[in-house]
């Protein structure tokens, strides 16, 4: 009895966490792959308010593994030139739910693609939930430039997920999309 009574504790505990943030319904990962500009970011970590200014647009690649994984391919431009990162999203028994470790923050954390209609628009949740919740709100899109009605979904979604609106960036492209990746990648 008192072994069914805590499975029941921690099951209600972790429907609870994650009741909000549900995936894409009949997420299709095939789809999903591809070309993403990064357009829109909500983040509040104190950390991140002085470099609010300086995000750009970034670009990345999803790219599916026979193993349901994703590797997601991300570019940046320095003095030196243009460099990529490859996160590894693992998948989990939920489509459009994977997993990834973080190096900045050293934690496992939950990649969730709460909408999408695959050809112009992703939303994107990144959270976890430990000492400190880090979560992040993206929009992606198939291109650097969205819709007035999408950008707006965005604001909503991210303002309920709690993040006040000084939080919501929709940083200006950056010049360098258009030579990164390097021809051939």
Request: net charge positive.
């Amino acid at each position: 009895m008192k072994i069914a009574l805590v499975s029941i504790f921690w099951l209600m505990l972790l429907t609870d966490i994650h009741a909000s943030v549900q995936p894409q319904k009949n997420f299709d990962l095939q789809r999903f792959a591809g070309r993403w500009y990064r357009v829109g970011l909500a983040y509040d970590s104190p950390g991140f308010v002085q470099h609010r200014s300086k995000l750009p647009i970034s670009m990345g690649t999803v790219e599916p593994k026979e193993n349901g994984n994703v590797n997601m391919t991300m570019w940046s431009l320095s003095s030196s030139g243009c460099h990529s990162k490859v996160y590894i999203y693992k998948k989990t028994s939920v489509p459009g739910v994977f997993t990834y470790y973080s190096t900045r923050h050293r934690r496992v954390k939950d990649v969730t693609v709460v909408e999408t209609n695959y050809t112009e628009y992703a939303l994107v949740l990144k959270h976890k939930k430990f000492k400190k919740e880090f979560t992040q709100v993206a929009l992606y899109g198939r291109t650097k430039k969205l819709r007035a009605d999408v950008m707006e979904k965005f604001r909503v979604y991210a303002t309920a997920q709690g993040f006040p609106k000084d939080s919501i960036l929709t940083p200006p492209a950056a010049v360098f999309l258009e030579n990164c990746p390097p021809s051939g990648s």
